[in-house]
């Protein structure tokens, strides 16, 4: 079975610091790849993909990953954090005929002024 | 315009009671899931189905019971509700690998 391993369970960074928010997968073929953020009391949204080519890809809000294969790892970025960046962080990998979600245990960001 | 929407959105709720909670979307896709997410914050996957018909179930408790009455429309029964089964319930749909998520039904078992 696969795994996403984020190891990071917090991390505090200053408003208009940058930003790297770990993950690292195990998967056999090239993976989808996701990362999905969660504020308080609400859903996923997704902020960006993986599935091929460029690897380094952009997303939603400023943020970007890199996916980079001889690390089995797909981190994500962000140049300048704001306020209201923080919330709980998901990667995930795409497994199975289904494609079901495979999650890490996420991350917490916190953003203090 | 609601992509995937769930109803209710809190259910409080005794042990040992029955309860559905409905998914549905509107964006045409052929695939749905039912994922939980524990007090820990962690997600995992239960159910999915294509076209009406269930392609993963994970291992679930078989008090969990999916149903699929068209592609748009995927809910979840509960019986004999446990303590255990309090958490956040999401339902996502998908055409490819990328999956849109509801806001979540958040289920207490008291």
């Known amino acids: 079975a696969q795994s996403v391993t984020q190891p990071d369970i917090h991390i505090t960074v200053s408003e208009g610091a940058s930003l790297e928010l770990r993950c690292n997968y195990s998967?056999?073929?090239?993976?989808?790849l996701f990362w999905y953020v969660q504020s308080p009391g609400q859903g996923l949204q997704l902020l960006l993909k993986?599935?091929?080519?460029?690897?380094l890809v952009q997303g939603i809000k400023g943020f970007e990953a890199e996916f980079k294969r001889s690390q089995s790892s797909f981190n994500l970025r962000k140049p300048s954090v704001h306020w209201s960046d923080a919330a709980e962080y998901f990667c995930?990998?795409?497994?199975?005929?289904?494609?079901?979600?495979?999650f890490g245990a996420g991350t917490i960001l916190r953003v203090k002024s | 315009d609601t992509a995937v929407s769930q109803t209710p959105k809190y259910l409080v709720t005794q042990m040992g009671n029955d309860k559905s909670i409905k998914c549905e979307q509107n964006?045409?896709?052929?695939?749905m899931y039912w994922y939980k997410q524990d007090s820990k914050k962690f997600l995992k996957i239960m159910f999915s189905?294509?076209?009406?018909?269930?392609?993963i179930n994970e291992t679930v408790p078989n008090r969990f019971s999916p149903k699929s009455p068209d592609k748009a429309h995927l809910n979840l029964h509960i019986n004999s509700l446990e303590l255990g089964d309090s958490a956040v319930y999401f339902c996502?749909?998908?055409?490819?690998?990328?999956?849109?998520f509801g806001p979540g039904t958040r289920l207490t078992v008291l």
């Open positions: 995930a990998v795409a497994e199975g005929a289904g494609n079901k979600l495979v």
């Open positions: 993986y599935f091929s080519g460029d690897t």
């Open positions: 964006l045409g896709h052929d695939t």
């Open positions: 189905y294509n076209n009406k018909e269930l392609i």
């Open positions: 998967y056999g073929a090239t993976p989808y």
């Open positions: 996502a749909s998908s055409h490819s690998a990328e999956q849109f």
